[in-house]
């Protein structure tokens, strides 16, 4: 059974960075593709970063594109995403999210199979 527990997160101004991580346990992490989604008040998670199991090859939403930056170590079983030059529009909650498919990464919430617990992530004007 996966398990992804996530840290980072916080109250930060715009203009800001922030780290969030998530570990993974139970299964084997390196071979899992991996994804962030956000959720902000009032709105639909989702898909904001994903990172393919292998050849760790990346995909961003338009949004966050340029100021955000997903990577993944295999020898931590931990997932990572690196949001710099933070907005507003970027408060929500964050979840990390495992696919066991190992095709292309997938940008809708029903391909993950497991889901980190979620952490509030709120940039101030």
């Known amino acids: 059974q996966v398990q992804l527990v996530q840290t980072g997160g916080g109250l930060v101004q715009a203009g800001s960075s922030l780290r969030l991580s998530c570990t993974l346990s139970?299964?084997?992490?390196?071979?899992?593709?991996m994804a962030w989604f956000r959720q902000a008040p009032g709105k639909e998670r989702e898909f904001a970063a994903g990172?393919?199991?292998?050849?760790?090859?990346?995909s961003y939403a338009d949004s966050v594109k340029g100021r955000f930056t997903i990577s993944r170590d295999n020898a931590k079983d931990t997932v990572y995403l690196q949001m710099n030059s933070l907005k507003p529009e970027d408060t929500g909650v964050y979840y990390c999210?495992?696919?066991?498919?190992?095709?292309?990464?997938?940008?809708?919430?029903?391909?993950?199979?497991?889901w980190g617990q979620g952490t509030q992530v709120t940039v101030s004007s």
């Open positions: 999210a495992a696919d066991r498919n190992q095709g292309p990464i997938d940008r809708v919430r029903w391909a993950y199979d497991s």
């Open positions: 139970g299964r084997t992490f390196s071979m899992y593709n």
């Open positions: 990172i393919r199991w292998g050849d760790s090859s990346t």
